[in-house]
């Protein structure tokens, strides 16, 4: 058998844990990027201690995680320590997403979705996807469910809305759209017929070669699409 990959992606408030809930009940293979990253800088990694090391305990919450948004600040004003940071995170997001890559290949998935919010953003991913899913939904209803699900005026929806490629624009890069403007089950009839059209593909990214060769070419991959996601 062989396996492609499909990313999908959207935009804030675009309703994309609904696709991937969805998709997930199929029993799909969902890979999210930003789980993965914040995974290895839990206690039980390695990384986690690294980055007490370098520093130190002040980024600590008291239950002894890492204070992201401390951390945050801190990289956000020294270039160097966010490059130290990306030179300890990277290798272990590496490791951890090339195995759940590898794990879906041995298990014979037909595709592996890669869930990456900003897909259409980095620009050069797209081209290790066989297709892209966009979850889109218009413009007003995306404002809406914004400042309602967050509590926040129109203004500082907007404002969050703008630090994104608008979705009309990303819905023309997109190889397949599901518009979640409607209600649930109208995006859910939506999920069924591409799953169906995907399962259904003979458009193959790769044939199932010999293990060093798939790790090897994983592993440039898996380096740009974690690139983004601690940077």
């Known amino acids: 058998s062989t396996m492609f ?11 994309k844990s609904t ?11 969902v890979i999210d990027a930003d789980v993965i990253a914040r995974e290895v800088v839990q206690p039980h990694f390695k990384a986690y201690w690294q980055i007490v ?13 890492i204070n992201r948004e401390a951390l945050g600040n801190i990289i956000f004003s020294h270039p160097e320590k966010r490059q130290l940071l990306n030179s300890i995170t990277h290798p272990e997001i590496q490791k951890e ?13 037909r595709y592996v979705i890669l869930d ?25 209803t995306q404002l809406s469910r914004l400042m309602k ?18 979705l009309d624009k990303k819905r023309k890069l ?36 010999a293990v060093g060769t798939v790790v090897a070419g994983l592993g440039g991959l898996v380096y740009l699409l974690l690139w983004r996601f601690v940077s």
């Open 149 to 166: 699900r967050n509590r926040l005026s129109q203004a500082e929806a907007e404002a969050r809305i703008a630090t994104q490629l608008p």
């Open 19 to 29: 696709v991937v809930a969805v998709l997930r009940e199929l029993g799909c293979a």
């Open 53 to 65: 090391r370098y520093f130190g305990t002040e980024i600590l919450l008291e239950n002894g995680e």
């Open 174 to 209: 997109a190889s397949h759209v599901i518009d979640n403007s409607g209600d649930r089950e109208s995006t859910r009839q939506q999920v069924l017929k591409l799953h169906a059209s995907l399962e259904d593909s003979l458009d193959f990214l790769w044939a199932r070669l």
């Open 5 to 15: 990959l499909v990313g999908l992606s959207g935009g804030i408030a675009s309703g």
């Open 116 to 140: 990456i919010p900003l897909l259409f953003e980095t620009n050069r991913l797209t081209k290790f996807m066989k297709y892209t899913v966009l979850v889109y939904c218009d413009p007003p």
């Open 97 to 109: 997403m090339l195995k759940q890559i590898w794990k879906c290949f041995v298990l014979g998935y």
